[in-house]
C-alpha cells in the first residue's frame, strides 16, 4: 500500500512535442505529490507539486493533472526541449504526519531528440 | 548556500571493506535522509533522522549497514563489511523542520558512487 507505481519507464520524444509520465498510487492517506526532476551525476531536485484538493497545477511548461477518485497523478511537460532531458521520479507521502516519509516511483528516463 | 554536500563523490572498494560515505546537510535543516539509487530497485529511503535522532531505520536492508549523526551538521552511513550487490549511488538530503509538513520537500546532495569489487 506504500507503492506508488510509475510509467513508463523511458520515453522518447520529439523537441515540442508533449511528454507525458504518469503515476498511480494506493495509499490514500498520500496529501502531497510533488515531481523531482535528476540529471546526471546529480541529486534528484523538486520540480513541481500538488495536493489534492486541486486536480492541476501548472507551472510554466509543466503541469501535474491529479485524479483523486483513480488515485492516479500525471506529468505533462508541454513543448518538451533537449534540456528537459532527465530521468523523472513521481513520488507520494503523509505530509501530516510527523513520521511520514517520500515514497518514489521507479522513475522515467526521458530523452528530448533536436 | 552550498547545498547538501556529500563525500567522496566516488568509492571504489573490495568486497570485505568498511566503507563510509559522510553528509553535511544544509545549515538549519532538521531532517536528514539516507538513499539509495539502483537501476533495480530506484530511490530507496534507508533511514532518516529528526533533530540528530534516528526516526525510521526500516530500510537498513542489513546490520552490515549502520547510520550515524553525532551533530546537527554530520552524519554518516557505514557499510562493513561491503559486498558487490552494494554498489549503488547513495545519497543524502536534508529538509527543513520549520512547521508542519517539514519533511515533503527534500534537498538532495549529489550521490556517492559506490562500486565494490
Known amino acids: 500500500q506504500q507503492q506508488v507505481k510509475q510509467s513508463p519507464q523511458s520515453l522518447i520524444v520529439q523537441k515540442g512535442g508533449i511528454s507525458i509520465i504518469n503515476c498511480a498510487y494506493e495509499?490514500?492517506?498520500?496529501?502531497?505529490f510533488p515531481w523531482y526532476q535528476q540529471f546526471p551525476g546529480k541529486g534528484p531536485a523538486l520540480l513541481i507539486a500538488?495536493?489534492?484538493?486541486?486536480s492541476e497545477k501548472k507551472e510554466g511548461r509543466f503541469t501535474i493533472s491529479f485524479n483523486k477518485s483513480a488515485k492516479q497523478f500525471s506529468l505533462h511537460i508541454m513543448d518538451s526541449q533537449p534540456g528537459d532531458s532527465a530521468t523523472y521520479f513521481c513520488?507520494?507521502?503523509?505530509?501530516?504526519?510527523?513520521?511520514?516519509?517520500?515514497?518514489f516511483g521507479q522513475g522515467t528516463t526521458l530523452q528530448v531528440k533536436p | 548556500d552550498a547545498g547538501v554536500i556529500q563525500s567522496p563523490r566516488h568509492e571504489v572498494t573490495e568486497m570485505g571493506q568498511e566503507v563510509t560515505l559522510r553528509c553535511k546537510p544544509i545549515?538549519?535543516?532538521?531532517?536528514l535522509f539516507w538513499y539509495r539509487q539502483t537501476m533495480m530497485r530506484g530511490l530507496e529511503l534507508l533511514i532518516y533522522?529528526?533533530?540528530?535522532?534516528?526516526?525510521?531505520d526500516s530500510g537498513m536492508p542489513e546490520d552490515r549497514f549502520s547510520a550515524k549523526m553525532p551533530n546537527a551538521s554530520f552524519s554518516t552511513l557505514k557499510i562493513q563489511p561491503s559486498e558487490p550487490r552494494d554498489s549503488a549511488v547513495y545519497f543524502c538530503?536534508?529538509?527543513?523542520?520549520?512547521?508542519?509538513?517539514?519533511?515533503?520537500?527534500?534537498?538532495f546532495g549529489s550521490g556517492t558512487q559506490l562500486s565494490v569489487l
Open positions: 538530503a536534508s529538509s527543513s523542520g520549520r512547521g508542519a509538513r517539514s519533511n515533503e520537500k527534500l534537498f
Open positions: 495509499n490514500t492517506a498520500f496529501d502531497y
Open positions: 500538488i495536493r489534492p484538493d486541486v
Open positions: 513520488a507520494a507521502i503523509h505530509g501530516s504526519s510527523n513520521t511520514g516519509k517520500l515514497i
Open positions: 545549515s538549519g535543516h532538521d531532517y
Open positions: 533522522f529528526n533533530n540528530n535522532v534516528p526516526i525510521d
